[in-house]
């Protein structure tokens, strides 16, 4: 102590000043810094984190894999960013149901600010105001959509289009064009009141661009874990951007002549409900709610519905038609179903699905198995939380391992076996949804379109089986390993063989 204030007294009276207040500032961090019980995780590397270990091995499985060591609830990093990872149902719905508002919240990242105009988008947004009113805005838009018959038209044409195109198709053919064409013809319609042919240059144009962003996006940017690579962004960043921009300006033309066309009495689509919010609020002079219904915001908020609905409704039906031509029982069984439902032709009323239990046990199976989306989308903690004993900070990261919740051998019998009949009860109607079946997600985000894409999937896989058997070609084995990277999981180039039914 002695030698300490010796050493002092030699200093001049504005360096004592400093170091007397570097001494406080240290030991006033140290007293008042709040402490927190993080959950255990693997050793991180400095600025890396733990992102070598996901090479070569997708996030959700790695996730997977830790959570035999640290538990179900874990800490890592990726790069400089810390997050937690919920890998059981227990936690997922104690995060997402029991305190969703303290998990609602969208982190905001380096690509997603760029790819959501600086967060107005629902999908990638944050949990604020402005957030709601547009959840609200785009929830009334599809309600009203799906009030009358119009959904049930478009699914109907949709279906059609590809049925003709592949009773002329004899040789074996990968289904993923024509999965393709049903859900952006049925989104078109929703958004846009506008379909295509699958020969049409605009739809080769946009499937190229989604299928690109699907391959390009893997376990997302570089950018978003190191920062310094933001001032000279990589070659596959730069292509990102470039796809988001072609995308939006496709979506651009059409917005635009529904602006010149939109007529309140007569509503067309998706897009016109939100032009007539937004014209209402300018209307009225309402400066407040004017600002949250920029062009910019409706804008992000149309491509919400029209991205997200295409990629989850396509996936979803080619991992369906490869395990249907995997499991010729199933699919004879689904025949049988449909047959005693459907008409040879017409309209795909809603109202069949009631009336299809096993084919919508079939795709409750599918999803669980395919979990197209295996992290969903990551969340964010809107405040000081906890998730069982351990503290999760304001602002933190929160992956969902929805895989591991799908493929959890303590809440599923033969976890990797296809058994439809898991999702029925005694009776053969679709049996209460199991905790553990989570493909929508939960809670304040839960998905958005979820009220359209289960009676759309049902109805589409309907349609499809009422016209067709579906074969693996002679001497191919399935293969249901995925690819995609972490975010997706999509399966890999497969073809098989439509054969029309009498």
């Known amino acids: 102590m002695e030698t300490v204030l010796r050493y002092v007294s030699t200093l001049s009276v504005a360096s004592q000043t400093i170091l007397v207040a570097s001494v406080f500032g240290i030991t006033a961090y140290y007293l008042l810094h709040k402490r927190y019980r993080l959950p255990p995780g693997p050793t991180a590397l400095p600025l890396l984190g733990n992102v070598l270990s996901f090479r070569g091995t997708p996030l959700y499985q790695k996730l997977a894999e830790w959570s035999k060591t640290y538990g179900p609830v874990m800490t890592v990093y990726l790069g400089p960013i810390r997050c937690v990872a919920l890998n059981s149902t227990e936690v997922v719905l104690e995060a997402l149901v029991k305190k ?27 949990y604020h105001a402005t957030w709601r009113l547009h ?145 209402e609020a300018m209307e009225e002079l309402d400066e407040a709610t004017m600002s949250k219904i920029t062009d910019g915001h409706v804008k992000q908020t149309i491509a919400d519905i029209f991205g997200a609905g295409i990629d989850t409704t396509r996936l979803t039906l080619d991992w369906t038609i490869l395990y249907l031509a995997s499991y010729p ?86 976890v990797e076996d296809f058994k439809p009949e898991r999702f029925l009860d005694e009776t053969g109607a679709i049996a209460p949804k199991p905790d553990s079946w989570l493909p929508f997600s939960a809670g304040r985000r839960v998905c958005l379109g979820e009220s359209v894409a289960k009676p759309e999937l049902v109805l589409l896989l309907a349609g499809y089986m009422r016209q067709f058997k579906i074969s693996l070609p002679d001497g191919v084995k399935p293969d249901f390993e995925a690819t995609g990277g972490g975010f997706f999981r999509t399966p890999k180039p497969f073809e098989v063989v439509f054969v029309e039914r009498d």
């Open 100 to 126: 969703q508002a303290d998990f609602a919240g969208r982190p905001q990242t380096y690509s997603t600010k760029l790819l959501s105009d600086g967060g107005k988008s629902i999908a990638l947004g944050d």
């Open 329 to 414: 029982e199933v699919q004879s069984k689904i025949h049988k179903e449909v047959d005693q439902v459907l008409p040879k032709d017409g309209t795909m009323m809603l109202s069949y699905r009631n009336q299809l239990p096993y084919t919508e046990a079939v795709l409750h199976e599918v999803m669980r198995l395919s979990s197209v989306v295996p992290l969903g989308l990551p969340h964010s903690t809107t405040c000081d939380t906890k998730i069982g004993d351990y503290d999760i900070p304001q602002g933190t990261m929160v992956l969902l391992n929805l895989w591991m919740m799908h493929h959890d051998p303590d809440k599923w019998t033969d």
């Open 135 to 279: 959840r609200k805005l785009a929830t009334k838009a599809l309600r009203l959509y799906t009030s009358g018959n119009r959904l049930e038209l478009r699914m109907t044409e949709s279906l059609n289009k590809v049925v003709e195109v592949l009773k002329g198709i004899k040789e074996p053919v990968n289904p993923h064009l024509y999965n393709s064409l049903v859900a952006l013809n049925i989104l078109l319609g929703v958004c846009f009141d506008q379909t295509y042919a699958v020969d049409d240059p605009m739809f080769k144009k946009m499937l190229s661009t989604f299928d690109e962003f699907l391959t390009i996006f893997g376990n997302g940017p570089l950018e978003d874990i190191i920062p310094p690579l933001r001032l000279c962004p990589t070659k596959r960043m730069k292509r990102m951007i470039q796809l988001f921009d072609e995308i939006f300006n496709i979506l651009d033309t059409f917005i635009v002549e529904h602006r010149k066309t939109l007529s309140p009495e007569h509503i067309r689509d998706f897009t016109d409900s939100i032009l007539l919010a937004q014209k």
